[in-house]
């Protein structure tokens, strides 16, 4: 890097140090920053991904950085990964991919191991300004029961999943969301499925028409954050996206002090 580069990264690191962040913020943005430090947006970058590199800071979502949780437990030593000596598809369509992995576990005998491999999937809570949440009433063949789900759906090859994330709230509900922030990337079902589930957190959203999304569409309302946790106890919150989404708003509005009210 050159001085002016180095300059603006020991100027970054230094309030990041100082705690002028709290664990868990959200960075300024590029174009903030740019126009405060008076740095291109390339040099920029590189600044921000050597904090990255360092684990000063964290990418959420396409130009979007967060300070760091804190945690206080240590990432064990020693632990070693399972050996993956070779995999054989067994089933391949445009939906599923269902394969053997023939694997090894430390000190246990190697054996084969079905892998089912789905699509990565986007999902957005958005929020207005009165504490509620943008939901769709939908029935579900699968489990045969009628419930409550964020708007949401598959990344297509080579797509930015905040790009599908908005697409998909304006196709199911006719509403745009005016900001998307990335909060949590997760597998559903771990030990034997891949699925990457991108989940977003929209603010505000503006109506732009009706949904396009006939097959996916359902009843769409602005449910109140407070009904959540009756909505859960009902059984009325389908898919582990909505509650991972709904569960991450309310766990950080609880860590602000802030308390949804009807």
Not at 33 to 41: A, M, P, Q, S, Y
Not at 147 to 157: N, Q, S, T, Y
Not at 201 to 224: F, M, N, Q, T, Y
């Amino acid at each position: 890097m050159g001085p002016k580069t180095t300059k603006v990264y020991e100027t970054l690191r230094k309030r990041l140090a100082s705690g002028e962040y709290a664990p868990g913020d959200k960075f300024p943005s590029e174009r903030a920053l740019v126009e405060e430090l008076g740095i291109g947006r390339t040099a920029l970058r590189q600044v921000l991904a050597r904090l990255v590199t360092e684990g000063a800071l964290e990418v959420r979502g396409r130009s979007s950085y967060r300070v760091p949780g804190a945690v206080s437990v240590e990432r064990p030593d020693g632990v070693e990964p399972w050996r993956i000596h070779g995999e054989r598809d067994l089933y391949d369509n445009r939906w599923v991919k269902l394969q053997l992995w023939d694997v090894e576990p430390p000190g246990v005998k190697r054996f084969e191991h079905h892998v089912v491999r789905l699509h990565r999937v986007a999902v957005t809570a958005v929020l207005d300004d009165q504490d509620r949440v943008l939901m769709m009433w939908r029935y579900r063949f699968v489990p045969q029961q009628f419930g409550w789900e964020l708007p949401g759906g598959i990344v297509d090859a080579g797509e930015d999943p905040a790009a599908t994330a908005l697409r998909e709230v304006v196709e199911e509900t006719g509403w745009r969301p005016k900001s998307l922030e990335h909060v949590v990337t997760y597998q559903p079902m771990v030990g034997m499925v891949d699925s990457p589930h991108e989940i977003f957190v929209g603010r505000g959203a503006e109506k732009v028409g009706e949904p396009s999304d006939l097959e996916e569409a359902g009843h769409i309302e602005w449910v109140p954050l407070a009904d959540v946790p009756g909505l859960m106890a009902r059984g009325e919150l389908m898919g582990s996206g909505t509650l991972v989404a709904l569960l991450h708003i309310l766990a950080s509005r609880r860590g602000q002090g802030v308390t949804a009210a009807r």
